[in-house]
């Protein structure tokens, strides 16, 4: 599997890319078009992903429920804007039992009609509100072009949808969720996305207002890694999702969505990995740490197995993900070679030498070689080891912000900004026009990523064309 | 919502069952035919049997992927039997991105065709071997006659897929997953269910042999509630799923599949609930007691809702799931009926006399009346809460196994037994023969559940034709 060395990353970095999904055994492409098989490891990780965002949404109020995975192509139709989207995209069941169906239904592409219409069901009064409901599931659309988790026919994701009584709690939730998103992206995965609002042109069809979490990859194009949407009254409208508010007046609802995806374990890829393979973030790492026992003869081996199940029983205990890689049939160098490229956090080695010394020599994921090496004590090695890891997530997140911000460029003119976003991003007021937008878009194929919120009140010229501009805007070339 | 009565179950069994699931929010059916929405609160429940089975899973050394929703039309055909069973069944995607599809695209119905070609892609040698993957998910199944859980156009499972190298290991884990179904469904659910081998007729399409655990609702009729099954090399030559052994010879594997679905939430409502409503067991109730403040005025409001805080606090702290009910535009009494019909297990009711008294009021949901309800002292509630949870949990499964029991009955001819089986389930020595099973579900409508495991070695004359027979099995009327 790992014997062979991967594609560098500069000779060419979606051939590297490609590789170290399929050869960590993250994923495998399927046997139907476009479609991926997540491999167990690949599913760990994203349980994982789960596990972390699912936290936050229960501790913001929200609870899961499950939709259907048809939709009648009817209710696609209840949205203009909607339909117009995503209409190019869907996948149709026609025959059901054998026989051809009445009326077509839509494998869901995205949940906002069939949820609105039981919205439009379950919501009466004020006192219903807010409707705060998240969705893990599978989601379809029917991409021409696709690679592994980056864009899939089949998908997996989370989908929130909330229902609100005014349209300032349903802008509130909007950022909210935008900001757990933010906090999950950088606290757990260490990748240091850029929160910020997309173009009228980026935005999702059929809201008001889109947000997003922009992430630069290591070859400094963007990947949009999750988006939380303000949608107005406009599902409200369509599918009649209504209250009595307390003066006992009819009103529409002000809704909200929110989704991230596997697409997410992209960027986590292509935030840290390196030639040698997959850098996982100690926090979401299936497993944290891999113990290989080192000997030559049956002599050695006994000593050293006995102090590999002794320090395996004390990481268990202190609750590390852990795993001992007692195979026989390999060597400790493919064994090194092997969990590099998985891209497990650390690496613990144990041989004569280390039971001798009591202690046992650490390598550290993040740096290769010798700089990663130490030699530690034994005794007290759980807290070292979660030291360890806690330092590993810090120095990941610093260096991906560090390669970052060394990308990002502010360039005086137009004609400065064509060069930099061939490698890199440009931070630059726009005045918000299409028409500069597309202009950019036409000379350098890079699009507008997002109006950063953290950007100081001001304004200034638009980079294209000139005019007044009270924001800035990222321009970058896109997964 | 819950002001009205229940149908009760003795006039209408299958209307009190609808009227659970919706007005305990469980689910609620989808605008698309047959297909259902699980709500919140059927979703928590639904999550907490997955963190019960999945733990099981992990402990028996299994892995969780996702492989594709869509299934090439061929893939199925491959499998005589399979295809068989499952082409009426169908959800056929023909169109894709606007255009006809080449080859037609099946939604699984389940997963061994797919599944099985990535295993023969993956599986090399006796060193990949077993492959023991789960995976967790929706799949369809174009039912005509539908019921909320029961049986849904579109329904949320686990199906696990394992290949071996031998026949016996195979064998093995079928056994060691049907009781793992087993073990869950008596212990968590307190669904004293019965294991045993599926006949012939009543096997999976595809398998060799299935295996099942069958449970007795309140009307006596059998619920299937998970199913294991070992499917000797049939897919493995299908899919040609070989490894080389350890001479190097090219062998076929041997594999299994198992599966236990939302159905299983069917069991939950038929095998415990009563005229007021659902009853959850406490292990798997996602609200396990909910505490009711009771107060008339202002001046008794402060007293009563400063207890109900700290022992909501001592509550929460003991790792017990609860709810405090502090609406004000309902009455207690409202409460209490809401709080039966959702099945909450245990109602912990605080007035202005029990903040005097320094006491509460508790109220099991299993034992209607003044004999479920005790006072008892604040001081070390937690515990308390805790014992009745178990002595709840203990009682439920002892009243459904004592149901169980009282309605399995030993006719003494065939006459007798097509009496029985209009009110219970009848345990008799068959032949095996398709033939007598046959005549059974003409003359009664009552199938073959299962020939259980746990019966003495012996033989006698089948109840149906005479002759030998080596086995008694289960005939029952079945959802």
Known sequence: ?????????????????????????????????????????????????QQALDKRFKETGHVNAAFPLFIPMSFLEKEKEHVEGFSPELAVVTIGGGE????????????????????????????????????????VRWELRTRLFLRTLEFYWQEGHTAHATEQEAREE????????????IN??????????????EKFAGASMSTTIEAMMQDTRALQSGTSHFLGQNFAKAFNIQFLDENNTLQFCWTTSWGLSTRFIGAIIMTHGDDQGLILPPRLAPIQAVIVPIF??????APVMEAV???????????????VDDRTEVTPGFKFNDWEMRGVPLRIE??????EKSSVALARRDRPGREGKSFVPQAGLAAT??????????????????????HIFDPKDYAELTEVVQNGWALSYWCESTECEAKVKEDTKATTRCIPLDQEEGHGKCIVCGKDAKHKVYFAKAY
């Open 1 to 49: 599997m790992s014997d062979e060395k991967l594609t560098p990353r500069n000779v060419d970095f979606s051939e590297w890319y490609n590789q170290i999904v399929l050869r960590a055994e993250l994923a495998d492409y399927a046997p139907v078009r476009g479609c991926m098989v997540v491999r167990p490891y690949g599913w760990a990780l994203w349980e994982n992903i």
């Open 100 to 139: 051809k169906l009445e009326e077509p239904l839509v494998v869901r592409p995205t949940s906002e009609t069939i949820i609105g219409a039981m919205y439009s069901k379950w919501i009466q009064s004020y006192r219903d509100l807010p409707v705060l409901i998240n969705q893990w599931g599978n989601v």
């Open 174 to 185: 909007t950022m909210r969720m935008l900001n757990v998103y933010a906090d999950f992206a």
């Open 188 to 201: 757990e995965a260490a990748v240091p996305v850029i929160p910020g609002v997309k173009s009228a042109t």
């Open 296 to 301: 030559k003869s049956d002599l050695e081996s």
């Open 309 to 323: 199940t002794r320090v395996q029983a004390e990481l268990k205990a202190a609750g590390i993900r852990l795993k």
């Open 350 to 355: 144990i041989g004569p030498k280390d039971v």
């Open 385 to 406: 080891v979660a030291d360890m890891l806690t330092d590993i997530q810090k120095s990941l997140l610093e260096r991906a912000t560090a390669f970052r911000d060394s």
